[in-house]
């Protein structure tokens, strides 16, 4: 029986082996047909896995014969999940949160996780700000995430959005209803997947913060959010000037190739104005 099944899952809920934590937002994936297209899209031999909760992809991945480190925070799955897949020597298991652990290899990996929803934006920034060389993220996240993160302008168009399309190219992978879960979640999930193809030329974590700054305030105009950003209005209006960028424009009405070009100038700009 796939540990992804609607009687494993009964199964081990009735007899007290598992419980859903809603405060963890636990929902077991019940069909194998997502699992199979969802590891099917992993291209390396190592993967890291986010939030395996009893292990439907993880059986999976393990039975491929691939490398698997996998997260869990809760303690009261570490058992059930070493029992399940100790005898595979490739099974590595690495116990607290994500978001506070160590996470660099150095060898090419897979990432897959399904995790809670209100989780996904910040562990997709820990998991694309990495060092590490990673050449896929498929992640299963709300219905309404995707479309959002797709967005190239307006209102749900932001960092996120950009820092994937700058780094690769982003792919439904299949759509889920809520009905493949159990207990049955109240949203709809697709699993995504973002190719890496390119790494920036400049340091992501710092432009990363730029983008932040410059979309925290949506409303105010792009002299004045770059502005708050470099401590002065001339250096801003300067900036823009040389960019051929509208002072008066508003931040989600640019392209991604508008904020490298901005960003690589106020590099440019603090290098050549600094004092040795
Ligand atoms: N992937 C499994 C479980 C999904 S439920 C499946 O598809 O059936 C989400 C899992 O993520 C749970 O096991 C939960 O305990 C775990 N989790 C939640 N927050 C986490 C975090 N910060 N770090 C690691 N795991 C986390």
Known sequence: MAIASKEFIIKAMSENIINAKKKLSQNFLINE??????????????????GPGIGSLSEEILKRNK??????IDKTLIPLLKKQFSFYPSFHLIEGDFL???FSYDFPISVVSNLPYSLTSPILEKILLSDNDIKEVVIMV???FYLRIKQTKGKDYGPLNILIS?????????????NN?????NVDSTVIKITILNSLEFDKKDFYRFLNSLFLMRRKTLSNNLSSYLKSKEKAFKILEKVSLD???????LSKEDFVKLYKEIKDYNFSTKTI
Request: net charge negative; aromatic share 6%.
């Open 33 to 50: 047909e997502v699992v199979l297209k969802t590891v099917d899209e992993l291209s390396q031999n190592n993967v890291v896995e986010i």
């Open 67 to 72: 490398v698997l480190y996998a997260y869990e």
């Open 100 to 102: 506070k652990q160590d």
């Open 142 to 144: 709300q219905k309404e």
């Open 166 to 178: 700058l780094l690769g190219k982003l792919d439904n992978v299949i759509n889920v209803s809520r």
């Open 181 to 185: 879960f159990l207990p049955v979640p």
């Open 247 to 253: 002072p008066s424009s508003r931040c989600e009405t």
